[in-house]
């Protein structure tokens, strides 16, 4: 049981370059989430999906896109980088208002 | 939409000590709250949760305490060791909200032998 995977775990982009960070998990949860994590600072919502084909932002939706076509899969998409951007990022699942299970988290760095 | 204020933002005590994180909430329809611990370099992972018909929770040395009244909850560790040592994050959800969880800024927890 692998949980909640995220890759990649570190990446370097420049500016204008554009990514898409993986997730998945294997817990059949319906709700799935993006955060940002900047340093010494809380996580923000970036994006959230409560199941399949269904998205919404969260509080810093800006820059980025979602897409949730299966339950198992919510990959983030940054279409121009910017060093705004910079950030480490967690994906998290859960059921309806319960424990949210998190990945190890992927450290971007735009430059 | 839903706001979460954490205090304090760092916090050292004396193995054995006892520690306390304190957040406020502003959406009184939220009705989840959980908090989570932080190593360095991985990600939260959950410690103890609480929901709005309960006022009190205990697991061994941690507890949380929530006042619905007053819109905030607590977290309670005893006899802290060094393990202890990380950063707590509290969050509140509603699920009239979509379910969503919204984090405090996080405390760092520094627990000296």
């Known amino acids: 049981n692998a949980g909640v995977t995220q890759t990649p775990k570190f990446r370097i982009l420049k500016i204008g370059q554009s990514m898409t960070l993986q997730c998945a998990q294997d817990m059949n949860h319906n709700y799935m989430y993006w955060y940002r994590q900047d340093p010494g600072m809380g996580l923000k919502l970036i994006y959230y999906s409560v199941g399949a084909g269904i998205t919404d932002k969260g509080e810093v939706p800006n820059g980025y896109n979602v897409s949730r076509s299966t339950t198992e899969d919510f990959p983030l998409r940054l279409e121009l980088a910017a060093p705004s951007q910079t950030s480490v990022y967690f994906c998290a699942s859960s059921f309806t208002n319960t424990e949210a299970f998190f990945g190890q988290g992927t450290r971007l760095t735009v430059v | 939409g839903e706001n979460v204020e954490q205090h304090p933002s760092t916090l050292s005590v004396q193995e054995g000590d006892s520690a306390v994180i304190k957040c406020t909430y502003s959406d009184s329809a939220s009705n989840y709250f959980p908090w989570y611990k932080q190593e360095l370099g991985k990600g939260p992972q959950l410690i103890i949760d609480?929901?709005?018909?309960?006022g009190e929770k205990k697991d061994q040395r941690i507890a949380v305490t929530l006042n619905k009244t007053a819109k905030h909850f607590s977290l309670h560790i005893t006899e802290t060791q060094p393990e202890d040592s990380a950063v707590y994050f509290c969050a509140a959800s509603s699920y009239n909200q979509g379910g969503k969880l919204i984090f405090g800024q996080g405390t760092e927890l520094s627990v000296k032998p």
């Open positions: 609480i929901r709005s018909n309960v």
